[in-house]
């Protein structure tokens, strides 16, 4: 289990995180999502261990990742899969980490596998496109068959064989009890594999929800109308408290009113429809209508740009504000 309490950072003037408080919990994958320099990559590195935090307390099963015994054996991490000598081997990379972390040299052999990398293992590490070194980078989270798998974008580069494969790992991971906390701007995907997400902008909690629950209270539902008289039944939608766009070629979008309501509405009054579609709420949409105006710029070290002073505190967990 992951916890963060009051977790804050400040570089000089700037507040790239703000008080975070919230649990990851095992037997799930938590979606970690906010936009570009909402803090996420800087609270990532805050739980290990690797940027201090300015105050707020983070920690992996209880303890700090600086103090576990064996953290290769209890945490597996991906930030950066750039961050590796081009001129080793893929398989002397994780040979590497594998004693540096008390891990026998038979495991390396077992995640290249895992990876799918094993014909290339021997192959200089500058050589790897970048789906490759995606690839090395979990082979090395995964290398002390962590209960902990943290990982920050491990989608970017991935054919779609790869991520329906990542996909599959992650969602097995969490299934055999054990935790996960993924990164990604990849909102189909993460749709796809989270159960639970952490909404974060401006350094501050906006969200902690099931997935579900979040695309179906931030999208909202959206119904798409084919009628020859339009302009007619949006009015009585309106009237109803439906907000209702377009009307061009006789199409309306209804936002407010489910299709049963609109079917019934446009029976009472005779009006003739052509087609009455549900629009599926997306997370992409929910995420937009969370995190408009959240933004911030982040520079590569981390840094965030100037704070958004305005930006309104979370008032609880749990709930979609």
């Known amino acids: 289990m992951i916890s963060v309490r009051g977790l804050t950072k400040r570089y000089g003037e700037n507040l790239a995180v703000d008080g975070l408080t919230f649990t990851v919990a095992p037997g799930r994958v938590t979606g970690f999502l906010g936009p570009n320099g909402a803090g996420k990559s800087t609270t990532l590195r805050m739980l290990l261990g690797l940027d201090t935090p300015t105050s707020g ?16 054996r209890e945490v597996g991490a991906l930030l ?4 590796v000598d081009p001129g080793r081997t893929g398989a002397n990379h994780l040979l590497w980490l594998a004693r540096a ?28 496109s ?10 090395a989270a995964l290398l002390g068959d962590p209960g902990v798998l943290l990982l920050d974008e491990p989608l970017n580069g991935l054919d779609p064989e790869g991520i329906v494969w990542t996909r599959r790992l992650l969602k097995g991971f969490a299934e055999e009890g054990r935790t996960v906390l993924l990164s990604s701007h990849l909102m ?43 302009d007619e ?25 489910d299709a ?9 009054h005779g ?3 052509h087609e009455l579609v549900p629009v599926r709420a997306r997370l992409e949409d929910a995420f937009m209508a969370l995190t408009r105006g959240r933004g911030r710029h982040e520079g590569r070290t981390g840094e965030p740009g100037a704070a958004d002073a305005n930006t309104r505190k979370p008032q609880g967990r749990g709930m979609v504000r």
Not at 191 to 220: K, Q, S
């Open 57 to 72: 307390d983070a920690r992996i099963g209880g303890t700090a990742y600086r103090r576990l015994a064996a953290p290769a």
């Open 80 to 83: 950066d899969p750039a961050a």
């Open 101 to 128: 972390g008390g891990i026998g040299r038979a495991r390396v052999d077992d995640v290249l596998g895992l990876v799918g990398l094993e014909e290339v293992g021997g192959r200089r590490i500058r050589h790897y």
């Open 130 to 139: 970048l789906g490759m070194r995606q690839r090395l980078g979990i082979a």
């Open 188 to 230: 189909n995907e993460m749709e796809a594999t989270a159960d639970h997400v952490l909404v974060i902008g401006g350094g501050r909690l906006v969200a902690d929800v099931g997935l579900a629950e979040l695309v179906a209270t931030g999208a909202g539902t959206r119904v798409e109308a084919v009628s020859p008289r339009a």
């Open 233 to 257: 039944l949006a009015a009585l939608l309106r009237r109803e408290g439906a907000t209702v766009d377009g009307g061009r070629g006789g199409r309306i979008a209804v936002t407010g009113a």
């Open 260 to 268: 049963a309501r609109v079917g019934d509405l446009a029976a009472r």
């Open 271 to 273: 009006i003739p429809v």
